[in-house]
């Protein structure tokens, strides 16, 4: 049953980050925009200069505002990967496993061979 929640949320979780590709796209665009222009706004040393880069960022910040559902499918990511992890996990070990000398040793000769 375990496995079907986690497969049920990882399908939504799919469907909602291929919803918002187009949104993750617009933003991630944006954002570099918006870094190169901060980078040549702070080089820029005419204030002519400064206030062209300026508006081009303000430009940019606001398309970059505008795709804030991308967020959405920032989170909808996160999720896909928190499904993924908890798929492929692995057993804890119990107390004593951790508490026999003998397990740590087979665990560490395993890892020497390889």
């Known amino acids: 049953m375990k496995k079907f929640g986690l497969l049920l949320a990882g399908g939504i979780a799919a469907c909602v980050l ?6 993750l796209a617009g933003l991630a665009i944006c954002l570099v ?4 222009v901060f980078k040549q706004f702070m080089k820029s040393e005419s204030t002519s200069g400064k206030i062209i880069w300026g508006l081009i960022g303000l430009a940019a910040l606001s398309a970059s505002l505008a795709n804030v559902p991308s967020l959405i499918g920032l989170a909808a990511a996160y999720v896909l990967y928190l499904v993924y992890k908890k798929w492929n996990g692995t057993k804890k070990s119990t107390k004593n496993d951790e ?10 000769w395993a890892e020497l061979k390889r």
Request: charged share 15%; aromatic share 20%.
């Open 18 to 23: 291929l919803a918002n590709v187009g949104p």
């Open 99 to 108: 508490q026999d000398p003998f397990v740590n040793f087979e665990k560490q």
């Open 33 to 36: 925009i918006l870094y190169f």
